[in-house]
């Protein structure tokens, strides 16, 4: 198993740590034949106006967008969900393959970071690390949300995309990645055919 890590800005080398404390491969995506033989990406966070940027740039946009679009299971974390997101309030979207509208630093500049702890299904006490997060004010279709904080979404699981508005990465706990590869990464197959 190897999973791809965007790494062309942001948290690239923080979720790197996660997978190597997983002992699960990784490889950095940073050119189209990087995506050949990986088995789920993850979309860190960092300047999702930077990515989507250098998404174009470096010729990654369209073959990610297809390769989501055709089952890839990606893992998305703040500036990832936008990434992904099918409508930013005010602007255009990006890749568009998570049918959810976002707003962008809705919690306000670096001094409006905070930290939540919630339970999810066996952790109890997860720290959710909000730095600049986006926030979700609409879910389509059939997305799940998984984990909420004051009622808003904040981690959502559409088929093979699980994306969530903190840094799970940045938790010191591996728990939502090791949810990624046995849930999605794991479950491939089954997912294609859901979908």
């Not at 707003?103 to 109890?124: E, M, P, T, V």
Request: charged share 20%; with cysteine; aromatic share 10%.
């Amino acid at each position: 198993m190897v999973i791809g890590i965007l790494a062309l800005q942001g948290a690239f080398i923080e979720h790197k740590k996660v997978l190597d404390s997983l002992n699960v491969d990784s490889i950095k995506i940073r050119q189209p034949k990087d995506l050949d033989n990986i088995d789920g990406i993850i979309l860190p966070g960092g300047e999702s106006t930077v990515q989507g940027l250098l998404l174009k740039k470096f010729h990654l946009f369209e073959p990610l967008k297809e390769k989501i679009k055709n089952g890839l299971p990606v893992f998305a974390t703040c500036a990832g969900i936008i990434l992904l997101a099918s409508e930013i309030e005010g602007e255009s979207s990006y890749l568009a393959t998570l049918p959810i509208s976002v707003k962008r630093n809705a919690y306000g500049r670096q001094l409006g970071s905070f930290i939540a702890k919630k339970n999810f299904q066996d952790q109890h006490n997860f720290p959710l690390i909000f730095i600049r997060a986006p926030y979700i004010t609409k879910i389509h279709d059939d997305v799940n949300v998984l984990l909420d904080n004051n009622d808003s979404p904040v981690a959502v699981l559409y088929h093979n995309q699980l994306a969530m508005t903190f840094h799970p990465e940045l938790s010191n706990n591996n728990y939502f990645h090791k949810y990624f590869i046995e849930k999605l990464v794991q479950n491939k197959a089954h997912l294609y055919a859901n979908m």
